[in-house]
Antibody, heavy 118, light 108 residues
Framework: EVQLAESGGGLVQPGGSLRLSCAASGFTFSNYEMNWVRQAPGKGLEWVSYITSSARTMYYADSVKSRFTISRDNAKNSLYLQMNSLRAEDTAVYYC???????????WGKGTTVTVSS | EIVLTQSPATLSLSPGDRATLSCRASQSVSSYLAWYQQKPGQAPRLLIYDASNRATGIPARFSGSGSGTDFTLTISSLEPEDFAVYYCQLRSYWPPYTFGQGTKLEIK
């Protein structure tokens, strides 16, 4: 079964750091581009970051640029999001999503919750 | 930057009704438009990709259409499990991925 499973969320103080992980199974992870998408409480979906299958290219939303870093380890079938200088507005459920054809997200994890609060 | 505007914000219908959800882009775009369904406490689920292609396992009552700036998701006859929030999403130059603000489909 094709699956993605996020972990690493939690409560962190403003200015703190957190590293999210996404474990992939049931498909050839190294063949797919990946995205992180977040959803603040009661709000819509917001794209956060993208990485190509080879990790040669990464993109970031303006709201997280220079604070977040996306990476992957194809040998471990894992995707990561290093989040630094966290702000209250980063509070959200963070989803990892498999991307197909570079255009749509066809497999999603269940999400991990990040809460930034003092 | 391209903005996607979904309408209506909330749609109140009954099981068996036909639902028409709109997604309008702020400028003419490619057909790399996808639709997702999200139920409370769950991750989004891909319904339609490239404007009109149903994703694997999606019932035939869901269909997508449109081009240019106007795209539509149609549910031909609503089932009880279809009441949820629906998002459109575009792949473009920048930002590479944009979501609409969502349409809540609720039971009338």
């Amino acid at each position: 079964e094709v699956q993605l499973a996020e972990s690493g969320g939690g409560l962190v103080q403003p200015g703190g750091s957190l590293r999210l992980s996404c474990a992939a199974s049931g498909f050839t992870f190294s063949n797919y581009e990946m995205n992180w998408v977040r959803q603040a409480p009661g709000k819509g979906l917001e794209w956060v970051s993208y990485i190509t299958s080879s990790a040669r290219t990464m993109y970031y939303a303006d709201s997280v640029k220079s604070r977040f870093t996306i990476s992957r380890d194809n040998a471990k079938n894992s995707l990561y999001l290093q989040m630094n200088s966290l702000r209250a507005e980063d509070t959200a459920v963070y989803y990892c999503a498999r991307t197909s054809g570079r255009t749509y997200m066809d497999v999603w994890g269940k999400g991990t919750t990040v809460t930034v609060s003092s | 930057e391209i903005v996607l505007t979904q309408s209506p914000a909330t749609l109140s219908l009954s099981p068996g009704d036909r639902a028409t959800l709109s997604c309008r882009a702020s400028q003419s775009v490619s057909s790399y438009l996808a639709w997702y369904q999200q139920k409370p406490g769950q991750a989004p689920r891909l319904l339609i990709y490239d404007a009109s292609n149903r994703a694997t396992g999606i019932p035939a009552r869901f269909s997508g259409s449109g081009s240019g700036t106007d795209f539509t998701l149609t549910i031909s006859s609503l089932e009880p499990e279809d009441f949820a929030v629906y998002y459109c999403q575009l792949r473009s130059y920048w930002p590479p991925y944009t979501f609409g603000q969502g349409t809540k489909l609720e039971i009338k």
